[in-house]
């Protein structure tokens, strides 16, 4: 069974730019994460996908990002404009739906640099 | 979520059983303990949970005090792939409904020959 993927494994582009990563979940997983750890901080939750409905996406910094996951299966998550402080690793984790207790499987990650 | 405390950083001789600690005194009734490990660059990789009974599984042991206050993760023999930072995640029972994972600083286990 494949794992979780990740597209691109690294981007660099300019402030200012555009980036869209995407993630494949684990297939029929449900529930699909994004998190990221910037430079010499801790991994920190995003948000959350149910399906396609956004469960919680508490930890969305700003405006400038744009998580989408249409049809539910594979997401998208868009940096617009990207700024230098949006550099870092972007992971994405997926998990089955249901039951008392769902554990994460997490893909490679994304290493994002903004120049 | 509750808090968790784990040492900054512990050294391992191959071959030798790893002990790796974690404090979660805050934790509640409906919170389970988790433990992932992140190798280098890698995304971080599940290991094992727990409620209240000792777990096992392919890759360690996780036992949990009496009063649910602090663990600690056994790699039974660790071998140099088993250098990376491991994080002690405390995280609420879902319901049906998932939940994200509160990453802290965690270990960061080096095993040396």
């Known amino acids: 069974e494949a794992g979780v993927t990740q597209f691109p494994s690294h981007s660099v582009i300019e402030k200012g730019q555009t980036v869209t990563l995407r993630c494949d979940p684990i297939s029929g997983h449900d529930n699909l994460y994004w998190y990221r750890r910037v430079m010499g901080k ?5 948000l959350h996908f149910v399906k396609e409905s956004k469960q919680d996406e508490s930890g969305m910094p700003n405006n400038r990002f744009l998580a989408e996951r249409t049809g539910g299966t594979y997401s998208t998550l868009k940096v617009q404009p990207a700024e230098l402080e949006d550099s870092g690793v972007y992971f994405c984790a997926s998990s089955q739906a249901g039951g008392p207790t769902d554990t994460q499987y997490f893909g490679p990650g994304t290493r994002l640099t903004v120049l | 979520d509750a808090k968790t405390t784990q040492p900054t950083s512990m050294d ?43 777990e096992t599984n392919e890759m360690a042991s996780l036992i949990i005090t009496e009063d649910r206050k602090s663990s600690t993760l056994i790699l039974p023999h660790a071998t140099l792939r088993d250098t990376a930072v491991y994080y002690c995640i405390v995280r609420v029972r879902g319901t049906g409904t998932a939940s994200k994972l509160t990453f802290g600083t965690g270990t960061r286990l080096q095993v040396t020959l």
Not at chain 2, 29 to 51: A, D, K, T
């Open chain 1, 42 to 46: 801790e991994i920190k939750f995003l």
């Open chain 2, 12 to 54: 391992c001789a191959e071959g030798r059983a790893a002990n790796l600690p974690c404090n979660h005194s805050t934790i509640s009734g409906n919170e389970y303990v988790y433990w992932y490990r992140q190798i280098h660059s890698q995304g971080p990789q599940y290991i094992i949970h727990g409620l209240k009974n000792n």
